[in-house]
């Protein structure tokens, strides 16, 4: 993928030190190490705000009651009304 893009951030002396010795660590460059842990990062914060994690139990439970038909008899005696009635034709 070509990288187009350009992000800058100020940093403290000690901040970059840090970044750039587990950089090397990691035997990657100072920017591909930041733009790594920032994807990282930014999917952690997304899944958090975008996926919705249940107990598996409680996931069963609304599994079955959503296979489960409701007789919803309010809804039943609106459709009916509503075959009743003629169309414009």
Known sequence: MAKSERVEARLSAEERDRIEQA???EGES???FIVRAAVA???DVLTE???TTVPGDYFDRLVTALDRPDRAPALRRAASRTRRRSRIA
């Open 23 to 25: 950089a090397e660590f």
């Open 41 to 43: 990062r930014a999917d």
């Open 30 to 32: 100072l920017s591909s």
């Open 49 to 51: 705000h975008t996926v």
